[in-house]
């Protein structure tokens, strides 16, 4: 802090008399404007990345199920085993039959790898299960985890033995705690006993997930989700509610139930990219649709589903009329929406109201927005949005119902696509831009004149991709900042916002940057994290003008490289301005807080960095992490109006949020 400025404005006062090569924010506090939509800074979930089965989702054994095609990928066997497929599970029928080896010296059993291995930590407990019978009604199995990082360690750190004691299928479970973390464990299970045992659902949880939930998540990345304080989760997709065929788009109704029924579905993110393919990526569906509102309820954050709008991936079907369903074919898709309405939100005499209160859930979610379709584009869209919108207003008028406007952030199919949703009368646009350094800084402006009569923006996916370097370093988060400002300056149009992807793991990526980043033991946060936690946890109630040196806005490319906006919580009047310094100098920055006395100290959060390519990791994951400070305000009197000022020094390439409480 400058504190020979700070002196130097409080002599002075108010802003106007202030030193000329100060960059000045003037700030009317009492002149609180539009709403901030609690929905404003939210996060995007997709199956991307392994951020589902071999992420969130809580489940350590890959292939449990042996519904993938390769019906024992992730599983190595040994002895006698066999494969069947007249199971307890309708929709997942494969399991697998241990008998003796032949000799009392050779062994049955089998052995799962896990995603990238199997991550456990030191003290923890895991919970095994598994859907068993036995030849003549009693058999036993060894359950072991096996170390598999040395070459001398390659052997059981925890052993346990079950019984199985019923010629019926029966779920059976044992706890295993860990003496050690380990990144890359396998689980290995013997027959350990003459009589043969069959197996299915191989499962193993830990038992400590977020919230304690039994069918649940990670608990470091449910715990790290919630600290963004998210306004709103949108999920599934993303291209993967499309699928590049209509045979694995996003099915909601494969998602819920008990977990040993859900169909395996392929992940098109396996193939999408030939230098990143992942031929074991699947979805169980364990992460479904009713965990999903059950995270959304745990984090505090809105739901908003996306479902099918009846088309596949234009991208991969550059619109093949074909590849997409008959305009006279939809009424299935639209039947999805309005039943996953009810399964939200009907009471427990409905069909799928029912089904979300056997899960376990009977009060209802409140759902209040679905997006219908995602980066779809011209007439094919247009057309079939139509009778969803037509269906799912005349049911359910006060679901707010988003369209998109296409995979570009401007351009011909954008503009076609905001006009259609403008005529379907759609509550929200889906924008999305996946951009450069260059074009977040130079849309400063992008919402200021957005028409405000028609529908009301969701930037649904957003993020800065480099300039030949696509990973999360601090440049590219400083400037998502910089752009944030807009938003948030727009807030009567701009109603939410949600950063792109949100998880990837280390060893299975395919899409960066992302927000938070794992392998099976360990995870750290990007600075795209802390800009979006920065935003979320002072968003405010209400927006607060703002000059910058006089004039309105900071101009399309900042002023001087300065960004900022400003809000107020109604609830205590606290003033939040965030300002962004994108030059590389050093820039004295002035808050005039008109309106505002009593105030007497501001809280800072900073983040800040001299080296634009430094990014977090899982080494070093506090490398770039927001710092708290002070900043000393004063309170002046310009004629009748009361006024305080805040002058500070922020440093090149910074980020600083101001909380001023009165
Ligand atoms: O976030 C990754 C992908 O980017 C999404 O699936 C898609 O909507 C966008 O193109």
Known sequence: MNTKLIFASLALGCASSLMAQEHVMTIETKKAGADIAKTMYGVFFEDINYAADGGLYG????????????????????????????????????????????????????????????????????????????????????????????????????????????????????????????????????????????????????????????????????????????????????????????????????????????????????????????????????????????????????????????????????????????????????????????????????????????????????????????????????????????????????????????????????????????????????????????WFLSHGLRYENYNRKGPKVFAGEYACHGDGKKWNHYETSLYEAAFMTDLERNADIVRMATYAPLFAHIDGWQWRPDMMWYDNVRMFKTVSYYVQQMYAQNRGTNVLPLLMNGKPVAGQEGQDGLFASAVTDRNDGTVVVKVINTSDKTQNVTLSLKGMKQASQAVTTTLTCTDMDAENTLDTPDRIVPLKGTAAVAAAQKGKTACSTLSDTLPAKTFRVYRIKK
Request: a negative charge; proline letters at 5%.
């Open 59 to 438: 489940e350590l054994v890959k292939n449990r199920s042996f519904e993938f095609p390769q019906s024992l990928m992730g599983w190595q066997t040994f002895g006698n085993v066999k494969l069947k497929n007249d199971g307890p599970f309708e929709r997942c029928p494969h399991y697998v039959v241990l008998s003796d080896a032949g000799h009392k010296e050779r062994r049955t059993g089998l052995q799962n790898e896990g995603y990238f291995g199997i991550g456990v930590l030191k003290g923890e407990d895991y919970r095994f299960t598994v859907w068993a019978k036995a030849a003549n009604g009693t058999s036993k199995i060894r359950v072991q985890l096996i170390d598999q990082s040395t070459m001398e360690e390659r052997q059981d750190f925890v052993s346990s033995t079950l019984d199985i004691t019923s010629a019926d299928w029966k779920k059976y479970e044992l706890i295993l705690k860990s003496p050690k973390t380990d990144n890359n464990a396998n689980l290995r299970i013997f027959l350990d006993s003459k009589n043969a045992v069959a197996l299915e659902h191989i499962s193993l949880f830990p038992v400590n997930t977020f919230k304690n939930r039994e069918n649940g998540m990670r608990r470091d990345l449910g715990q790290a989700l919630a600290d963004v304080h998210p306004g709103v989760l949108r999920f599934p997709g993303g291209c993967i509610v499309e699928g590049e065929t209509l045979e694995n788009r996003y099915q909601w109704k494969n998602t819920i139930g008990p977990v040993e029924n859900r169909p395996l579905n392929r992940n098109r993110w396996e193939f999408t990219f030939d230098h990143r393919y992942f031929p074991d990526y699947f979805q169980s569906y364990g992460l479904g649709f009713f965990e999903y509102f059950q995270l959304a309820e745990d984090i505090g954050a809105e739901p908003l589903p996306v479902l099918n709008v009846g088309m596949v991936c234009q991208y991969q079907n550059w619109n093949d009329p074909k590849a997409h369903v008959a305009l006279d074919k939809l009424q299935p898709y639209i039947q999805d929406c309005l039943d996953l309405i009810e399964f939200a939100n009907g009471d427990t005499t409905t069909v799928w109201g029912r089904k979300r209160a056997e899960m376990g859930h009977p009060a209802p979610f409140n759902m209040k927005y679905l997006a219908v379709g995602n980066e779809q584009w011209e007439n094919l869209y247009f057309e079939r949005l139509k009778p969803f919108v037509k269906a799912i207003k005349a049911r359910y008028p006060h679901i707010q119902l988003i369209g998109t406007s296409g995979p570009d952030s401007e351009g011909e199919a954008f503009e076609h696509g905001w006009k259609a949703m403008t005529e379907l009368k759609a509550d929200l646009v889906d924008e999305h831009f996946y951009r450069n350094e260059k």
